[in-house]
């Protein structure tokens, strides 16, 4: 049977993620289809056809899924759901929250954050932090499954031909409304999409030293800014900017890590980092055991000449 893939996007463009997600779903089947639920998001749709490798895009159209609450959204999977041996979305906040929902209404056990496809029904999902992979085997009918981004590389963007159809919305009961969003908006790009990304540690000391250290060199490089659980908790830099287990995982081409130790949690969001640099005064510190290219001295000397050098 077709595998199906929940596209992620904002009703206006299609979400990179989306793309990462299409790759595993062909590891599943050969046979790919895209639901695009959402409310007048004609342009995802047309972007999902053209993803190389997709059959097929399911067009769910309707007011009540413009902000794509897990209730409505879990609806119009499951109407659909008998036809797919998989159901995969990104693991993304998005992902996370619908997926557990369908898992549950198909008495099925959710496969959460895999990062590799073994075969059809056996996969590897990181556990402890990344410190272990576990190989898990489900034989399950409808195999529902969050894809870890990072763990695939994206399918191209263009070069299909997929056809569009348009399906009625499913009506449903939910119990939950959407109230507001609050949006933080930004000129650099998006930290989990980010081809660099600098990030700053509770080694700054202060969230003053983060915007006169860190931000002039991810100016100087067009990079995305980031930061470790300890720097946000400190009132560094917002919530958004978090990198780790607990935060946004990200495998960027280039990631900088300034002043951060490079504690378990934070490892476990970017040591799949295609190249890894590492400022710390502390030769000891273990961020340096992950890192490509390393170097021990005082953060706030160091990154000042790097950024000059870079002018």
């Known amino acids: 049977m077709a595998a199906l893939v929940i596209a992620e996007h904002d ?7 989306t793309l990462n997600a299409v790759a595993a779903a062909l590891q599943c089947s050969a046979e790919v289809d895209v639901l695009v639920a959402g409310s007048g998001a004609d342009a995802v749709a047309a972007a999902a056809a053209q993803i190389a ?3 097929k895009v399911i067009q769910v159209d309707a007011p009540k899924l413009d902000d794509q609450l897990a209730e409505p959204l879990a609806t119009q999977i499951l109407a659909i759901a008998n036809q797919y041996s998989h159901i995969l979305a990104p693991a993304t906040a998005n992902g996370k929250n619908v997926l557990p929902r369908v898992a549950a209404k198909l008495d099925v056990a959710q496969l959460s954050d895999i990062t590799k496809v073994i075969s059809v029904d056996t996969f590897e999902r990181p556990i402890y932090a990344g410190n272990a992979i576990a190989t898990v085997q489900t034989n399950d009918p409808i195999k529902v499954i969050t894809v ?8 191209a963007a263009t070069g ?83 990198v780790g287990q607990t935060g946004k995982i990200v495998a960027p081409e280039l990631y900088i890590a300034i002043g951060i130790s490079g504690a378990i949690q934070h490892l476990a969001g970017m040591k799949d980092s295609k190249v890894i640099v590492a400022i710390n005064k502390d030769p000891e510190a273990p961020i340096f055991s992950v890192a490509d290219y390393g170097l021990v001295a005082d953060l706030n000397t160091a990154v000042p000449e790097l950024t000059e050098a870079l002018s």
């Open 11 to 17: 009703n206006q463009s299609l979400k990179a993620a």
């Open 53 to 55: 490798g997709v059959r």
């Open 148 to 155: 870890r981004t990072t763990g695939f590389d994206p399918v």
């Open 160 to 242: 299909g031909s997929a056809v569009i159809e348009k399906q009625a919305a499913i009506e449903g009961k939910s119990s939950s409304a959407f109230v507001g969003r609050q949006l933080t908006k930004s000129d650099r790009p998006e930290l989990t999409a980010a081809k660099i990304i600098v990030s700053g540690g509770r080694g700054l000391g202060s969230g003053e030293k983060y915007q006169e250290i860190i931000a002039p060199l991810a100016d100087k490089l067009g990079a995305a800014l980031g930061a470790s659980r300890a720097a946000v908790d400190a009132g560094y830099v917002p919530n958004d900017y978090q």
